[in-house]
């Protein structure tokens, strides 16, 4: 079992950047592969980017594409998500998950395990 915890969240201006991070507490990530979803006040968690532990494989949602980079930090263990170009609407809770194997898979139900979730706030 691996324990997720994000850092890396805060208040930014429109169109400015931030960079979050997920690291596995008392383990690796070898073996899984690792996602962001966030959830917006009022609405429902939204998958935003995946990557696969072993291979680097990503997948983003289209709504972040050429904006969001996921990437991971093989040395240090940590998974990455550096945010650009920010928008009011990129407003959320943004949550790191993971699951075993190597599916590139947007489905929140595919992920077993999640972070606690780290707070991104974009005014305008």
């Known amino acids: 079992q691996v324990q997720l915890v994000e850092s890396g969240g805060g208040s930014v201006q429109a169109g400015g950047s931030l960079r979050l991070s997920c690291a596995a507490s008392g383990g690796t990530f070898n073996g899984y592969a690792l996602g962001w979803f966030r959830q917006a006040p009022g609405k429902e968690r939204e998958f935003v980017a995946n990557?696969?532990?072993?291979?680097?494989?990503?997948k983003y949602a289209d709504f972040v594409k050429d904006r969001f980079t996921i990437s991971r930090e093989i040395a240090k263990g940590t998974m990455l998500l550096q945010m650009n170009s920010l928008k009011p609407d990129d407003t959320a809770l943004y949550y790191c998950?993971?699951?075993?194997?190597?599916?590139?898979?947007?489905?929140?139900?595919?992920?077993?395990?999640w972070g606690q979730g780290t707070q991104v706030t974009v005014s305008s």
């Open positions: 990557i696969v532990w072993s291979n680097g494989r990503t």
């Open positions: 998950a993971a699951t075993w194997g190597r599916l590139n898979s947007d489905r929140e139900l595919r992920y077993d395990y």
